[in-house]
């Protein structure tokens, strides 16, 4: 009986601490090749829209770290893209788990 009462706050801090550095986005291959770069490296490329992302940004009220959120984002505006017949991303902005960028069908 003790020992089960110990076990659980054990395993919902482990739970807790755990989840959020879990990434969930998988990119598929296809959507592997679409390159993400800068604003000023697409002057010879076709812009086909705009892409918008969203992931979650907190877990159980606990922020999700930085670098994940982006990479999960990103893996999903270069799907996007790729879907809209782009092959080149630029990131515009990322704020609490949104993710704002351009599609661009280049050369």
Same mark, same amino acid.
């Given at each position: ?23 969930? &986005? /998988? ?26 992302t969203n ?7 606990? /922020?999700?770290?930085?670098? /994940?959120?982006? &990479? ?6 270069r799907e ?28």
């Amino acid at each position: 009986m003790k020992i089960e009462l110990l076990f659980r706050p054990v395993a919902l801090i482990a739970i807790t601490v755990l989840i959020p550095a879990c990434t969930w &986005v /998988k990119i598929p291959d296809d959507a592997r090749a679409v390159a993400i770069v800068e604003a000023s490296a697409v002057g010879n490329c076709q812009r086909l829209g705009s892409v918008s992302t969203n992931v979650a940004w907190k877990v159980a009220g606990i /922020k999700r770290g930085e670098n /994940k959120i982006r &990479v999960e984002l990103d893996n999903l505006a270069r799907e996007r893209t790729f879907g809209m017949g782009g092959n080149t991303v630029v990131r515009e902005s990322i704020r609490e788990g949104t993710g704002e960028y351009s599609a661009y069908k280049c050369p």
